[in-house]
């Protein structure tokens, strides 16, 4: 909650990476609210990850135009296009960027998010326990991270639907908060092969991520050139890149799932 607090002016300032740390800080939160959740005060728990969610919601729109136009600036180049053919690909992504960025500072200095400040605030300094809560804090963490560890893996066969990806990803991101919620000081539960189940976690999310990226990237170029009035196969060997790159993530995945379920049995 602390972080969250510390990275909010950064944030504001749009500092480099500074939207995306202030975002993987509410998305840590809510992750951990949300594996917890059998420990907590469930309506609580759920009013207070609704409200992180307006917050991530808004961070997350600016930080996705932000990527998009740094990775769609570095395949222009790759891919060899003139400046005329970048800027027109590019500039309106880093104008969205700057529009989402506002609407974020505007959402950060509003009403809902000074009730949000109180909300921390109160779970600081009392948070909002459950009935199981009295259980040993290391049973607790350790069923937690099993259980994680199973919905991420239950996540992997459906990897067809380009929608079952997205569930694994952010299956596999709650898996990597909730071991480092419980391995990291001040709050080291776990030891050694829970963090490394973390990091299987956070590679899984990362290949997905890099997968989902360029995709969106590629669907954003055909759409960019569907609407160009000169000549539109300027763009083609972006899109022919971002698939690539889309394709080279996925190689990854099969071992690290493979990796997941070893460390998961242990």
């Keep these: 909650?602390?972080?969250?607090?510390?990275?909010v002016p950064a944030a504001l300032a749009d500092e480099p990476?500074?939207?995306?740390?202030?975002?993987?800080?509410?998305?840590?939160?809510?992750?951990?609210?949300?594996a917890f959740r059998r420990y907590l005060d469930r309506d609580a728990a759920a009013a207070?990850?609704?409200?992180?969610?307006?917050l991530g919601d808004v961070l997350g729109k600016a930080r996705d135009l932000e990527v998009r136009a740094q990775q769609a600036a570095a395949a222009s180049d790759a891919a060899g296009l003139d400046d005329d053919a970048r800027s027109a690909l590019v500039d309106p992504l880093r104008a969205a960027h700057l529009h989402a960025h506002a609407e974020a500072v505007r959402w950060v200095r509003s009403e809902r998010s000074r009730d949000l400040d109180r909300l921390l605030a109160e779970w600081a300094t009392r948070p909002r326990l459950g009935d199981r809560a009295a259980q040993p804090a290391r049973k607790a963490a350790r069923r937690t991270v099993r259980r994680q560890?199973?919905?991420?893996?239950?996540?992997?066969?459906r990897l067809a639907d380009p929608e079952a990806a997205h569930e694994l990803r952010k299956a596999a991101r709650r898996l990597r908060h909730t071991c480092d919620a419980v391995t990291r000081e001040p709050v080291r539960l776990?030891?050694?092969r829970t963090k490394?189940?973390?990091d299987v976690g956070h590679r899984i999310q990362s290949v997905l991520g890099d997968h989902r990226d360029a995709l969106l990237l590629a669907e954003h170029v055909r759409d960019h050139a569907r609407v160009r009035t000169d000549d539109s196969r300027?763009?083609?060997d972006v899109v022919d890149l971002c698939q690539g790159r889309a394709l080279s993530?996925?190689?990854a995945l099969p071992a690290t799932l493979g990796d997941l379920e070893r460390r998961a049995r242990a």
């Design 48 to 54: 207070l990850r609704s409200r992180l969610k307006e």
């Design 196 to 198: 490394a189940l973390g």
């Design 17 to 34: 990476d500074a939207v995306h740390r202030l975002r993987t800080s509410v998305r840590r939160l809510r992750n951990v609210l949300a």
């Design 249 to 251: 993530a996925l190689a």
């Design 190 to 192: 776990l030891g050694d």
């Design 234 to 236: 300027a763009y083609d």
């Design 1 to 7: 909650m602390r972080r969250i607090h510390d990275d």
């Design 149 to 157: 560890a199973r919905r991420t893996l239950d996540a992997a066969p």
